[in-house]
């Protein structure tokens, strides 16, 4: 969360981050790099208070002409995403704002972050899907099967896992599978979902309450 004094809130969505709590400009960034254009392009703001659905802050096309995002968790150090080629229902990615390549690149501050929110994302992705079983998987390097350079960790639901008793240990684990595209419409329901699930983990959190 921003350190900084949050702006009042207003009838268009809840409080940001003061300007100085968060500038865009001072996070390292790479100009090819997807998610350092969806980090640039989507401001903070307090996951126990995500803005609503039709907030221009989250709209989708935001990061037209790249693809629709459909952002789930926003702070001064992270975002989090629908993955735009899901291996199933709530298949989401969280990565650090700053262009960190892979794992060992992350900085302290994000490091604990991640953490901390890699569990949060857990809970609001099972309980938005209705599914209790999921991967969460990280990859580093090319030779590690990541595709973007950017380091991020994927939050996988698996609601046929069960049922898929040939399917080989490395596949489960790893996430390697038949992928979709995200049927837009359908991705915007789940998105404030998922925001919303998100809101009441962290507001469980904050009371000591949380569970899925």
Known sequence: MATGPSTPSTSSGPPLPSAGSFDPST??????CPFCHIAATYPPYNPANPPPA???????ERTSPHPATFVILSTPLLVAF??????SVGHVLLCPRAHRPKLTDVTPAESAELGRHL????AAVARATGVGDWNVVQNNGAAAAQVVPHMHFHVIPRPELRDKRSERFTSTMFGRGQ?????????????E?????????VRGDE????KL
Do not use: C, F, Q
């Open 54 to 60: 039709n907030s221009p802050l989250i709209n989708p």
């Open 193 to 201: 979902k998922v925001r919303r699930a998100v809101a009441e983990v």
């Open 119 to 122: 569990r949060v994302l857990s």
């Open 27 to 32: 996070h390292a960034t790479d100009a090819d």
């Open 82 to 87: 629908l993955d735009i080629m899901p291996l």
């Open 207 to 210: 009371g000591g309450k949380t």
């Open 179 to 191: 992928r979709d595209d995200l049927d837009e419409e359908e991705a915007a329901g789940l998105a």
